[in-house]
């Protein structure tokens, strides 16, 4: 338990690195666009490599061949309305801000559940209202501030999509998948396919703002090898540990709350990100309780359907 526990957190600092490059990659003059998209271009002959080592590509467009139009569909949701909005919104708040809000994916992926035949767990709600409140008191401060109010509602709107499109597009997937292919191997199908999405936003990005930097070109590449890559390879390999001990997997799921934590010291001492004020750091910690009891009761459910 305590390996798994390790290797959550540890995993959740990789995630971390996310919000902190994007945010660094704006601050530096480097176009939000490059910022999304090269992170797939990079993160793709990664994941090719990880599951070609097992000899898995070959089922991985046997399945794509079956349904090209909902992999397609699906993964540009999943993937690309997900993560470029996700990226714009570094342009308008803080890494830690981001990485704060970006939790509402929990709200998201709860009243989603109707579109799969399932009820909204009625325990899930306390956890919701705790995660809302968290995220009114951390934007309170900013909203009230005149010159601050469009970038709180830039910022709230590119994350919320995001918080939906990535459920959503990763249950959808799931749905057309079924069992027959493994996490790795899903990922890999979702990142070729949402390879169309992210060539357009390019030529976009290269039109109207010309072509990204050396700089942003290797931040990008960080950015996959520590999210795309490692990040999720010891989050799997954690949750894997304690798959059949519902408890302990809702502990170690609720490690992902770290990189909040993570991505609050590295931006505040290495992008100088202004500190979080009382009431912010209320609403962060609301975010984090918010965030474990919605695993402890996601355990509970898994224990009442045993």
């Known amino acids: 338990m305590k390996k798994a526990l390790f290797y959550g957190i540890l995993s959740s600092a990789f995630f971390a690195f996310t919000f902190i490059l994007n945010r660094s990659m704006n601050l530096t003059g480097g176009y939000w666009v490059w910022s999304a998209s090269l992170r797939y271009f ?15 590509v070959k089922p991985v467009f046997e399945e794509i061949k079956k349904k090209p139009l909902p992999w397609i569909i699906w993964s540009t949701v999943g993937f690309g309305l997900f993560y470029a909005p996700l990226t714009w919104a570094s342009e308008f708040g803080e890494s830690w801000l981001v990485a704060s809000l970006w939790q509402l994916t929990i709200v998201a992926g709860v009243f989603l559940n109707p579109l799969w035949g399932k009820k909204i767990p009625m325990k899930s709600l306390l956890t919701i209202l705790i995660i809302l409140v968290g995220v009114f008191f951390m934007q309170w401060e900013n909203f009230i501030n005149g010159s601050q109010q469009k970038n709180v509602i830039n910022c709230v709107i590119l994350i919320a999509i995001a918080a939906i499109t990535y459920p959503l597009g990763n249950r959808k997937m799931m749905s057309v998948c079924e069992d027959r292919l493994d996490t790795p191997q899903r990922v890999l199908g979702m990142t070729i396919c949402s390879i169309p999405f992210w060539i357009l936003l390019s030529i976009f990005g290269g039109v109207a703002h010309g072509g990204p930097s050396a700089t942003q070109s290797v931040q990008s590449l960080l950015v996959a090898l520590f999210s795309a890559v490692i990040a999720t390879l010891l989050f799997f390999q954690a949750t894997n540990m304690v798959r059949n001990h519902p408890k302990q997997l809702s502990m170690v799921e609720g490690t992902i709350a770290g990189e909040v934590i993570f991505t609050l010291i590295g931006g505040i001492l290495f992008l100088h ?28 459910e898994s224990v009442e359907l045993e």
Not at 42 to 56: E, Y
Not at 280 to 290: A, D, M, N, R, S
């Open 42 to 56: 990079f993160s793709l002959p990664m994941l090719f490599a990880i599951v070609a080592v097992k000899g898995n």
């Open 273 to 300: 990100d202004s500190i979080p004020t009382g009431i912010q750091f209320i609403g962060i910690g609301l975010i984090l309780i918010g965030m474990i009891l919605n695993c402890r009761v996601a355990s509970e």
